[in-house]
């Protein structure tokens, strides 16, 4: 078992860098923007339509939220 606990530690050290998680946000951001992009040709949906709709949103009451522990209705204890 402890063998298996220091393969798996050395396995993160390599991996889990900082440039190593850079690139995996980049290549879920790029999954993330072809899904979009496929749902938007599914759904006869422009670019233009989709800005408009964002900006008939009222966002006015989004403020950033400093607390590590967010809920969908915010910040916990109003941090």
């Known amino acids: 078992?402890?063998?298996?606990?220091?393969?798996?530690?050395?396995?993160?050290?390599?991996?889990i860098t900082r440039q190593g998680m850079a690139r995996d946000m980049m290549k879920q951001i790029q999954k993330y923007e072809l899904a979009l992009?496929?749902?938007m040709d599914e759904h006869a949906y422009?670019?233009?339509m989709l800005i408009g709709k964002l900006h008939d949103l009222e966002?006015?009451?989004?403020?950033e939220c400093k607390s590590p522990m967010v809920t969908k209705r915010g910040c916990l204890n109003g941090e």
Not at 1 to 14: K, P
Not at 59 to 63: E, M, R
């Open 1 to 15: 078992m402890q063998s298996i606990i220091r393969s798996a530690n050395a396995w993160c050290q390599d991996k």
């Open 37 to 39: 992009n496929d749902y």
């Open 46 to 48: 422009n670019r233009e």
């Open 59 to 63: 966002l006015d009451d989004l403020v």
